[in-house]
């Protein structure tokens, strides 16, 4: 049975840090591309930043060069360091694991609460 399990999140004032992660129990990770995603209430889930099976990142414009993804493919584990937050960074933060090429292969963890302060 798979299972992504987020953790990391919590409250944090602006400008300050946090950083999320995420442990896959999958069999296929190293080599498909993994994300991370937020929803705000009211606001339809938006991916923050994605990571390459050879370590290409990409973010959204509205968190680029505040946050940075990584992957530790021996730990089967995705980062999201987040900097100088900002109060429009308060959402749920979904950590989406990829095993293959449709839908099907696509699985979420629970969700982590990320809260900031102004």
């Known amino acids: 049975q798979v299972q992504v399990a987020e953790s990391g999140g919590g409250l944090a004032q602006a400008g300050g840090s946090l950083r999320l992660s995420c442990v896959a129990s999958?069999?296929?990770?190293?080599?498909?591309?993994q994300g991370w995603y937020r929803q705000a209430p009211g606001i339809q889930r938006e991916l923050v930043a994605s990571i390459s099976s050879t370590g290409i990142a990409n973010y959204a414009d509205s968190v680029e060069g505040r946050f940075t993804i990584s992957r530790d493919n021996a730990k089967k584990t995705v980062y999201l360091q987040m900097s100088s937050l900002k109060p429009e960074d308060t959402a749920v933060y979904y950590c989406?694991?990829?095993?293959?090429?449709?839908?099907?292969?696509?699985?979420w963890g629970q969700g982590t609460q990320v809260t900031v302060s102004s």
């Open positions: 999958v069999f296929v990770f190293s080599t498909r591309t």
């Open positions: 989406n694991v990829n095993v293959g090429s449709t839908n099907a292969d696509r699985y």
